[in-house]
């Protein structure tokens, strides 16, 4: 599992500011082609902690005004149903997606960027 998380400008963890992406979200993302910045959190260090640098942020940007787009034409294939069951197998411990979920996450995602673009503020990928 991949945490989105931002740390302000004292060094502080904003942790109502964090997004979790599951293996299967990013499974999915990974498939869809042209996705620079999905993709490359992909190939991330899961050990590491990583700071998103300034060119990883705006790769990521253009993805998600891409994704958008294409999500509200339905111009994808069908995101997972339900996602977090990874290794689980039982429905009930996962989280519902679909298109409402995806959309959500987007959001998210969107809002973790306009938050690093302040000065000081960082962006960083932690695997869990």
Do not use: C
């Not at 899961?46 to 998103?52: I, K, M, N």
């Not at 809002?111 to 673009?117: F, I, N």
């Amino acid at each position: 599992m991949l945490s989105l998380e931002i740390k302000d400008a004292n060094g502080r963890w904003l942790e109502e500011a964090a997004t979790v992406l599951d293996m299967e979200l990013l499974e999915y993302l990974d498939a869809l082609p042209h996705l620079t910045g999905m993709h490359a959190l992909r190939r991330l260090d899961p050990p590491a902690d990583t700071p998103l640098d300034a060119a990883f942020r705006a790769a990521l940007q253009a993805d998600i005004e891409t994704l958008a787009r294409r999500v509200r034409a339905r111009d994808l294939p069908e995101p997972p149903a339900w996602v977090g069951l990874e290794g689980l197998g039982d429905i009930r411990l996962g989280e519902q997606l679909g298109w409402p979920g995806l959309v959500d996450v987007l959001n998210r995602l969107s809002r973790l960027l306009a938050l690093a673009r302040e000065p000081g503020v960082e962006l960083w990928a932690l695997w869990d």
